[in-house]
């Protein structure tokens, strides 16, 4: 009889894992983007969610903005790029990658 382990067959983890986290908690630390996805809000209708996965310290977090800057420079990192590190600034009243 065969048994699962022998078929090497690893989970495709397809959720983001860590705690949420503030953005006001990274701005201006050097993070590490692993993976984001961009949904309709939840909290106000007719708008869009960016979900970022990030590692800050070693640590893995989520991260939920509708900062539509952030979505249009995430939107054009190809994903052969991703893990990419970065720093989020705030500019006058908008974040940014930099």
Not at 32 to 49: A, P, R, W
Request: proline fraction near 4%; hydrophobic fraction near 35%; charge should be positive.
């Amino acid at each position: 009889m065969n048994n699962f382990k022998d078929f090497n067959i690893k989970p495709k983890i397809t959720s983001f894992v860590g705690d949420k986290i503030k953005m006001e908690r990274i701005i201006n630390v050097p993070i590490v983007v692993h993976d984001f996805k961009i949904g309709e809000s939840i909290m106000k209708s007719g708008t869009k969610c960016l979900t970022l996965q990030i590692e800050k310290n070693g640590s893995r977090h989520i991260i939920f903005t509708s900062s539509k800057i952030l979505i249009q420079q995430i939107k054009e990192v190809p994903k052969s790029n991703f893990p990419f590190s970065t720093t989020i600034i705030k500019d006058n009243e908008y974040f940014e990658f930099t």
